[in-house]
């Protein structure tokens, strides 16, 4: 069985974002709360992978067999802060890159992003991440609340420091 390598969406940065935050709303995620529920109503599994299983996708990897029907593979040591961008990730690239590709004409069956991607393939999936994790209006709304604190920001979302700081550069805020 093949699977194509993922090909950039082409939108904007911040259409990407937009988008993020509109796929979210609709599967009623709330920032910080649990990403496996809605990897389960968009069709798809979490796999949690041991660092010694060498027959294996590498971990932060996605695997996508048709529509509702893809794998997200997390690495065994990772912590919740991480493992949540990387699911975020990974949907970005099964909505951005095999969804909306597919809506707009492209003849993908499946489809496998692995971690070590580079370029803007990689970049729509971190904005669609961000977007997703930290949706602008409630970034700001909760960074003027903490009075710009970042680490309160990165728990209260459930993302790293680093994510929490430059999604905060990203709406304006730092």
Known sequence: MSYSAPTECGLAKSAVDSFASQVASHFGYRPGAALE????????????????DFNRIPSGSIRIDGPARFEIFLAAHT????DRFTIAHELGHYVLHYLYARQNGAQIERLEAQRYGTGRVEWEANWF???FLMPAGQFTERYHAHRGVIPLLADEFGVSIEAARIRAQFVGLG
């Not at 389960?40 to 979490?46: A, K, N, P, Y």
């Open 129 to 131: 991440a961000a977007g």
């Open 37 to 52: 529920p809605i990897v389960e109503r968009m069709g798809g599994t979490i796999r949690i992978q041991n660092v010694l």
């Open 79 to 82: 912590g919740p802060a991480r």
